[in-house]
């Protein structure tokens, strides 16, 4: 006899698996969702920019692409439905050479095929109304993008899904799965205790525990599990009043959207990512790097001095390629990739996974009641 029973099992409570757990409850099914963490979001969900993204980078016909432009319409419905703080702040991708222009224009038709609302490139006199003290010349707006208050979102996501009927356990990892019946005995670490819980399905969003949870559910070919690598990303804060009002983005370069100025829901700005690949999650950031944040974020805010930098935070990509300069898609495992029936696996939820949270919900969410209805 297993302790409980659940109709689909979720394992990992960031953004993106407390969405799919939503979606599922809101069409009533009976949902448990566990993390190992004391509370949702602890790792990659609340170490981000938390800018809502309006999907002009990538590929089109990608999930990324679809996701992000489907996601951050419902990001905001959501947000503003539910009480949860957004800033609509618009966006600046500053080309600050003509030989970037070209570039520039690369980015706009790339959004534009994504159906990124509203992009205009933006010059001259109209620029500088928009921000007068910019050193660009010229840059691509975007009036959809925004940011968002991640952890009220998450807030909101997980009393959301409670309130249709779903559970959500803190401090239960996911230890293995066995094939039991038509679908799995599993076995989870409950502070110090194990329990067992039986379950007709597992969708796998642990993030960067998503390749070890995978390789401990029966049935599962190891083979078809993804490599996992861990891109890491530092913050610097200023209390100096910044001189713009749009989120400031410079020319993306090495797979990366450069080191970019963002706005907090107050006004004040932060300065983010670099990128280093590490081989353990860690979140310190290197008051060392000062310097290298320094010498990017003069090129548009000359006034800025070194010592006005204060290290924040630091988050980490889940990556399945070591490349930060190779395009990497959201990839989505069900049985017909690994061979585990019922079972759903997400590797590589990078950004931008925040603002496709709910996207996601309803995409993964949708492929996995069309399997129990038979219908997949
Ligand atoms: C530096 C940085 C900047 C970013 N900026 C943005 C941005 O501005 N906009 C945007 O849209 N996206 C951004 N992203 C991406 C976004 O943060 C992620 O795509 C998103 O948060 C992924 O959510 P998740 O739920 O998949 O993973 P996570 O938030 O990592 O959640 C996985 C959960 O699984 C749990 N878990 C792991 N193993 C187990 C286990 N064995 N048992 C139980 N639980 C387990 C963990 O505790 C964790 O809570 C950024 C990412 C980074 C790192």
Redesign the pocket.
Known sequence: MSDMAVEVLV???????LAITRRLAMEGHDVLL????ESF?????S?????I?AGMYYPQGSLKAQLCVKGARMMYDFCAAHGVETRNYGKLIVATSPDQLERLQAIKSSGDANGTPGLRIVEGDELRAMEPKLNAVAALYSPLTGVVDSHNYMLALAGDAEHHGATIAYL???IKAEAAGAGYRVEIDSQGEVMTLDCARIIN?????AR??ASAIDGSNPDAVPPHYMAK?QYFTTSKRPPVSHLIYPMPSGGGLGIHLTLDNGGGARFG?DIQWVDALDYEVNPDDRAKFHASISSYWPELEPDDLTPAWA???PKIVADGSVFQDFTIHHADTHGAEGVTC?YG?????????LALGDHVGGHVMDAMKGTR
Do not use: Y
């Open positions: 394992i990992g409570g960031g953004a993106v698996g566990i993390d190992s963490n979001g602890m790792e990659t969900s170490r981000n920019s938390e800018v993204h239960s990892r996911f969003t642990a993030g960067h525990g070890q949870v990303r990512p988050g980490v990509r997400l939820i990078d950004s931008p996974g925040l603002t496709s949270s």
